[in-house]
Structure formats: C-alpha cells, structure tokens
Antibody
C-alpha cells in the first residue's frame, strides 16, 4: 500500500526556518516525481515544488525559489522541504504528493497524498 | 503567475449534472494536456479524479468526466450524489516548468 507521511510542521517565528519530511512507503521515491503542495487555512491549493524521478531536477513556484529547497534521501525513501526566511504568508498545511507515472516524464496528476503537516509562522 | 480561474461555487440536485469550468492561458491549459482535477472533502487530503484532461484513475466513478477546449478545461459530474459535495480543484502543468492550481469550486448537492 502506498503511504506518505509528512512531519516537521509546527510554530516558527517570522524569518525562521523549518524542514519538512515526507516518509514514503509502498513504493520507491526515486522512481517518481514528487511535489509539495500547500493550502493556507480556508484557502485553495498552491503548488510549491517538484523533484523529478531519477535525475532529481527541481523546480519551484513563483517567489519560492531561493527560500525553499526540495530534496530526497533515496536510502531513507524520504522527501524533504527546507524552508527558510519564513513569513506569515507561508502559514499553511503542507502536503507531499506523488505523480502517478513511474519513471519517465511526469503526468502532473498526483495520485497519492499525505495527510499534511501544518506550518504556522507567527511571532 | 495567477491561479487558474474557477467559479467559487456550483450546485445541483441529486441526479442532476453539473459542470465546473477552469480557465487558464496559452501558457498552461492551452498548451498542455496535463490537466487534472481533485476532490477535497473538509479536513481531508485532495483526491485525484481526472488526469490528462479526460482520464479517470481506477476507482473513480464514470459519473466524473473531463474535457478541454482552448484555454478552458471542464469537469462534469453526472447523476449527482450527496457524497459528491466537496471542493473541486483543477490543475495544469505550465510554462514555468511547474504546476498551477485553480482557486477551487465548492460543489453543493441541494
């Protein structure tokens, strides 16, 4: 069974940093493009970043590159999101999501999601 | 890059059909067939309902269908059922080499 389990959320002060983790089970992370998607309280979904299968190339949403860094540890089958210079606008539930295609080009359809981890940026 | 444009709400009675639109630009929906739709119930993670514009993952009822014309994609839910009441989000790949979501549509089953 495919499972994604996020952790690492919490309360952080403006300007602070946080690292989120997404532990994958039931499949090999290396073989799939993985995205982070966030949802501010009561708001819609916002795509944050992607790390591609295999070569591990990355891309980020507007204004996030330089502050956020996505990575993965193949030995731990875990995805990460390092978030720096956080602001209250970054307050959201952060989900990791798996692209449905195994290997090759991503289909940009996310067939598995974690339960999300809440990040609150506040003084 | 602005979000894709969806109507904030839609509604229909049980058994009826409802269509939710999702308007983008030539940089996203108009240029790629990587359009997907997600259903989200309160407090839950999103669920993939449609991918590559028209395809349904296994387990998704065939009451759900997708289409695209130009820069606008659509999700149609036929034979509405009470459990279809949820928020629906469209998504597309875009020229910035990333994804983009719509603002979401709250579907109410009357």
């Amino acid at each position: 069974e495919v499972q994604l389990l996020e952790s690492g959320g919490g309360l952080v002060q403006p300007g602070g940093s946080l690292r989120l983790s997404c532990a994958a089970s039931g499949f090999t992370l290396y073989n799939y493009a993985m995205s982070w998607v966030r949802q501010s309280p009561g708001k819609g979904l916002e795509w944050v970043s992607v790390i591609y299968a295999g070569h591990g190339g990355t891309h980020y949403g507007d204004s996030l590159e330089g502050r956020f860094t996505v990575s993965r540890d193949n030995s731990q089958n875990t995805l990460y999101l390092q978030m720096d210079s956080l602001s209250p606008e970054d307050t959201a539930i952060y989900y990791c999501a798996r692209d449905q295609r195994r290997g090759g080009a991503a289909l940009w359809g996310f067939d598995s999601w974690g339960q999300g981890t809440l990040v609150t940026v506040s003084s | 890059q602005s979000a894709l444009t969806q109507p904030p709400s839609a509604s229909g009675s049980p058994g009826q059909s409802v269509t939710i639109s999702c308007t983008g630009t030539s940089s996203d929906i108009g240029n790629y067939d990587y359009v997907s739709w997600y259903q989200q119930h309160p407090g839950k993670a999103p669920k993939l309902m449609i991918f590559e514009v028209i395809k349904r993952p296994s387990g998704v009822p065939d009451r759900f269908s997708g289409s695209k014309s130009g820069n606008t994609a659509s999700l149609t839910v036929s034979g509405l059922q009470p459990e279809d009441e949820a928020d629906y989000y469209c998504s597309s790949f875009s020229d910035n080499n990333g994804g983009i979501f719509g603002g979401g549509t709250k579907l109410t089953v009357l």
